[in-house]
């Protein structure tokens, strides 16, 4: 399913030292939902209508790629270049504090304010999966949700380590799951190398049972017929009909956002 941006409210948001678009429609608790690469595309749009759907009002900021625009390779091709030489972005760094992550706790904190709810949700996939993770040293995160978190860009064994964010926002995050009973959704492809399975290994040995893993198998032969590019769990390679894995990965992420959103959890 696709969905366009026309029935979506466009503003300006500025945080962290940043500005960019973002995108609102909903009612109910706060979700903050980060596109991925290349950017606020139909299939993400989407995305964001079937948590609204669910009763989110969810914000969708437009930090890279025009919104609305359709996938094409070359496209995607052109807004990595750009993402790889940003300093807002970090690509290839690791042990990382990321500028947009500021932003995007700012986001955050602002949708928190004015909605109902324990706190909001924030949602990263790809190439911000990771960033959903930093968004949780503030306190009104309370359900951080990393999807084939792809950064920093897996092209070295320390790299496809990192975990995403530095280890000072790392540790805060930690003590959130002692004190606060903060929880962490992860998903992957169990055969995605651009979303590596080292990092989620490091994620569970810091996070420990406060990091729930979905791995869907798209290994030769899986079930479902997942190619061997998989990667997209809530958007691409999703099917509804007949409901694959990644169907069930994206209930359960409603699931959780449930949980740890609504005031009677």
Same mark, same amino acid.
Not at 112 to 137: K, S
């Given at each position: 399913?696709?969905?366009?941006?026309?029935?979506?409210?466009?503003?300006?948001?500025?945080?962290?030292?940043?500005?960019?678009?973002?995108?609102?429609?909903?009612?109910?608790?706060?979700?903050?939902?980060?596109?991925?690469?290349?950017?606020?595309?139909?299939?993400?749009?989407?995305?964001?209508?079937?948590?609204?759907?669910?009763?989110?009002?969810?914000?969708?900021?437009?930090?890279?790629?025009?919104?609305? !625009?359709?996938?094409?390779?070359?496209?995607?091709?052109?807004?990595?270049? !750009? /993402?790889?030489?940003?300093?807002?972005?970090?690509?290839?760094?690791?042990?990382?504090?990321?500028?947009?992550?500021?932003?995007?706790?700012?986001?955050?904190?602002?949708?928190?304010?004015?909605?109902?709810?324990?706190?909001?949700?924030?949602?990263?996939?790809?190439?911000?999966?990771?960033?959903?993770?930093?968004?949780?040293?503030?306190?009104?995160?309370?359900?951080?949700?990393?999807?084939?978190?792809?950064?920093?860009?897996?092209?070295?064994?320390? /790299?496809?380590?990192?975990?995403?964010?530095?280890?000072?926002?790392?540790?805060?995050?930690?003590? !959130?799951?002692?004190?606060?009973?903060?929880?962490? /959704?992860?998903?992957?492809?169990?055969?995605?190398?651009?979303?590596?399975?080292?990092?989620?290994?490091?994620?569970?040995?810091?996070?420990?049972?406060?990091?729930?893993?979905?791995?869907?198998?798209?290994?030769?032969?899986?079930?479902?017929?997942?190619?061997?590019?998989?990667?997209?769990? /809530?958007?691409?390679?999703?099917?509804?009909?007949?409901?694959?894995?990644?169907?069930?990965? !994206?209930?359960?992420?409603?699931?959780?956002?449930?949980?740890?959103?609504?005031?009677?959890?």
């Amino acid at each position: 399913m696709n969905a366009d941006l026309g029935s979506w409210r466009r503003s300006p948001f500025s945080g962290g030292g940043l500005t960019y678009d973002c995108f609102e429609k909903g009612e109910g608790p706060g979700v903050v939902l980060i596109p991925e690469i290349p950017g606020l595309t139909p299939e993400v749009a989407a995305f964001g209508e079937h948590l609204v759907s669910e009763g989110f009002t969810v914000v969708i900021p437009s930090p890279f790629g025009t919104p609305g !625009r359709p996938e094409t390779t070359g496209y995607a091709l052109g807004v990595i270049a !750009r /993402l790889c030489v940003s300093k807002e972005f970090r690509c290839f760094a690791a042990n990382a504090e990321r500028p947009i992550t500021k932003y995007l706790r700012a986001v955050a904190t602002d949708l928190a304010a004015r909605t109902p709810g324990r706190g909001v949700g924030v949602i990263g996939m790809c190439f911000t999966g990771g960033f959903a993770l930093a968004t949780a040293v503030e306190d009104v995160v309370k359900a951080p949700v990393l999807s084939q978190p792809s950064t920093p860009f897996a092209v070295s064994a320390k /790299l496809r380590r990192d975990p995403g964010l530095s280890q000072k926002e790392l540790e805060a995050v930690k003590e !959130r799951t002692r004190t606060d009973g903060l929880c962490v /959704l992860g998903m992957r492809f169990s055969n995605d190398r651009m979303a590596p399975a080292e990092r989620f290994v490091t994620l569970r040995a810091q996070l420990g049972d406060a990091f729930e893993v979905i791995e869907l198998d798209s290994a030769p032969g899986n079930p479902d017929g997942y190619g061997r590019s998989a990667h997209s769990v /809530l958007t691409r390679d999703l099917r509804e009909d007949p409901p694959n894995s990644a169907y069930h990965a !994206r209930t359960r992420t409603v699931e959780f956002l449930r949980e740890h959103l609504t005031a009677t959890a």
